[in-house]
């Protein structure tokens, strides 16, 4: 299996510009998470999808953040207008279930200049 | 929300030396897994581990669950093992602690 897939690796944007991450599950996998990694806040969940349902969005920061899983096999994240402390990484991962052992990907690393 | 706390926050080595990496966690959980990120960012998976021990290679890891926390052995240390190590344990949802950062050098 080719892992999950994300896209694009980098991200440069002009602030207020819109912004699209792109991620690939593991086949045959549930459950899908976004994460945003930074340096003054570590890894922390965003949302959390169980069949292609959200199921908590507790962590996305504000109405600025969107995500949506489409299928089985492909979720987006979108953040409009974009900001400059939205900078990070930004993983995906899945996993069989929600409580089985969870792959990331790659990440996008964003910079919003 | 779950508390994750990892010891040391960072740890320098000489190569060949043995070391062990620990976290502690404040609630049961159902799933606790090790990862390493490398300096090129990538989250690398090493154990799942919701209890007892496993070993890969130079690396091992025990889970006591009972007694909520895990620890990471890594012998005979290599320059390729430095890097971040998270643990993250699943209560609902996956919680990362802040991470050991291991440099090793020659």
């Known amino acids: 299996d080719a892992g999950v897939i994300q896209s694009p690796r980098h991200e440069v944007t002009e602030m207020g510009q819109e912004v699209t991450l792109r991620c690939k599950p593991i086949?045959?996998?549930?459950?899908l998470f976004w994460y945003r990694q930074t340096m003054m806040r570590g890894l922390e969940l965003l949302i959390y999808f169980n069949n292609n349902v959200p199921i908590d969005d507790s962590g996305m920061p504000e109405d600025r953040f969107s995500a949506k899983m489409p299928n089985a096999s492909f979720s987006t994240l979108k953040i409009q207008p974009s900001e400059p402390r939205d900078s990070a990484v930004y993983f995906c991962?899945?996993?069989?279930?929600?409580?089985?052992?969870?792959?990331f990907g790659q990440g996008t690393r964003l910079t919003v200049v | 929300g779950i508390q994750v706390e990892q010891s040391p926050p960072d740890l320098i080595l000489q190569e060949g030396a043995n070391s062990t990496l620990r976290c502690n966690f404040s609630?049961?959980?159902?799933?606790l897994q090790w990862f390493h990120q490398n300096p090129w960012g990538q989250l690398i998976n090493l154990f799942y581990i919701p209890s007892g021990t496993k070993q890969n290679g130079r690396l091992s890891a025990t889970t006591v669950a009972t007694e909520r926390y895990s620890l990471l052995y890594i012998s005979s240390s290599q320059t390729t093992d430095s890097g971040v190590y998270f643990c993250?344990?699943?209560?609902?949802?996956?919680?990362f602690g802040k991470g050991t950062m291991l440099l090793v050098s020659p």
């Open positions: 991962a899945s996993s069989r279930t929600g409580n089985t052992e969870a792959f």
């Open positions: 609630d049961s959980v159902n799933n």
């Open positions: 993250a344990v699943e209560y609902s949802t996956l919680t």
């Open positions: 086949s045959g996998h549930n459950s």
